[in-house]
């Protein structure tokens, strides 16, 4: 079958398909264990219907915002993702061209292949930083500081990782068993895909974890660096390890795998600047609820004291007045992107995230708003059934 011209996530989805080695394809679009969460998060959106109005003034329709007091052409930020320069050719460093080309953050992961240095040297506007708690606390410091040099201001603290998911995917594909049985699958999977070999794999190098590569100098066994990663996520960590955080960061301080109401209140008394409503794109517990039918009773507990994103399952700018209208000030969009960027480059980036305005705005012409802040419940249609 031709594959048409991509406009939607679904179409960069199947282009990527296409173009990746299996075992990177299925590492960014697979979820934990058998992958409810994953579909749910999707899908529950879908479940929210918008209430059309007609016959109102929708000549000046404005998309834009102010996230952590950052102006932004479109309430979306571009959510950290780790090997997303495995994705395409120095993937960070494009993905963040795209991000300023269209006025929009874009925050680099720890587990980048890019380092920080290279990635915000690439643009003129700060890029966010994402950070685990890693058990070596020293390492940590030397993150923040490496990710404050570079010109950083926000920080991403990912906090529902004390131990990576099952992601049955990945152990199928050998990504995350050792051995030479999967070195050959991985082989055999590359040599399917000779166009990213020669121009990732060749022509993008290196392909280890730039912002790590003083862990294992000279290294780029990827599994290596992974298993020390590994290593280090700590299962100790609690709310006092978030204050002794907001301690040595002077800049926004984001807290990213919120989904309960408690801990959001939490991660207001522990300084936060804002909340990432999340489950990690369904990557790590199965089974728990989705980012669009905890948004809701977050916003509630939370009652504007903090900034509110909300990601997992974003796909259309339809999908982000949802969450706009549910309480949250914006989005973090993962995967999409990652598709986009595998399937055509920067260019292709930078359509999907044009098509994402145009969707947004038409939905706010369509249901008789104009400005961002005034989208709302009432802007729901509260008959049928809601999250």
């Known amino acids: 079958m031709t594959l048409r011209f991509p406009v939607t996530a679904e179409d960069y989805r199947a282009h990527a ?42 000549d000046q329709v404005d998309t834009s915002s102010k996230l952590f007091g950052e102006s932004c052409a479109m309430p979306v930020v571009l959510a950290p993702i780790g090997l997303a320069g495995m994705m395409a050719r120095r993937g ?19 587990v980048g292949i890019c380092p920080v240095e290279e990635v915000q040297t690439a643009v003129n506007r700060a890029i966010w930083f994402q950070l685990y708690m890693l058990r ?35 152990a199928r ?30 022509r993008g190098g290196p392909l280890n974890f730039g912002n790590l590569n003083d ?75 989705s980012g669009a039918g905890k948004l809701p009773e977050i916003v509630s507990a939370v009652q504007g004291k903090t900034q509110i994103l909300v990601d997992g399952g974003i796909r259309s700018g339809v999908d982000i007045f949802r969450a706009l209208a549910l309480g949250a000030q914006g989005v973090m969009m993962g995967r999409p992107w990652a598709w986009a960027l595998a399937a055509a480059g920067e260019n292709g980036l930078n359509n999907l995230l044009t098509g994402l305005q145009q969707e947004l705005r038409m939905a706010m012409t369509l249901t008789g708003v104009t400005r961002m802040n005034d989208i709302g419940l009432n802007h729901l249609d509260q008959t049928g059934e809601q999250q």
């Open 136 to 170: 070596d606390r020293a390492r940590i410091e030397a993150l923040l500081d490496k990710a404050w040099s570079a010109g950083c201001r926000t920080l991403v603290f990912t906090i529902d990782l004390p131990q990576p998911g099952m992601r049955h995917r990945d």
């Open 173 to 202: 594909n050998g990504l995350s068993n050792p051995g030479v049985r999967a070195k050959t699958l991985k082989i055999t999977q590359l040599l399917t895909s000779p166009r990213w070999l020669w121009d990732v794999a060749v």
């Open 17 to 58: 398909r296409k173009r990746l080695p299996r075992f990177l394809f299925d590492y960014l679009d697979g979820g934990a264990t058998d992958e409810q969460t994953l579909r749910a998060n999707e899908t529950d959106w879908h479940k929210i219907k918008l209430r059309q109005r007609v016959l109102v003034d929708v």
């Open 215 to 289: 862990v294992m100098p000279g290294t780029n066994d990827l599994d290596a660096i992974k298993d020390w990663i590994e290593t280090q996520f700590d299962p100790t960590v609690t709310w006092d390890d978030i204050a002794w955080l907001r301690d040595r960061w002077q800049g926004q301080l984001v807290l990213k795998g919120i989904l309960d109401a408690d801990d959001a209140r939490q991660a207001i008394d522990c300084g936060a600047d804002g909340i990432v409503v999340s489950n990690h794109g369904g990557r790590q517990l199965d089974g728990v609820a």
């Open 92 to 110: 960070e460093v494009q993905a963040a061209r795209a991000a300023e080309a269209n006025k929009i953050p874009f925050t680099l992961s720890t």
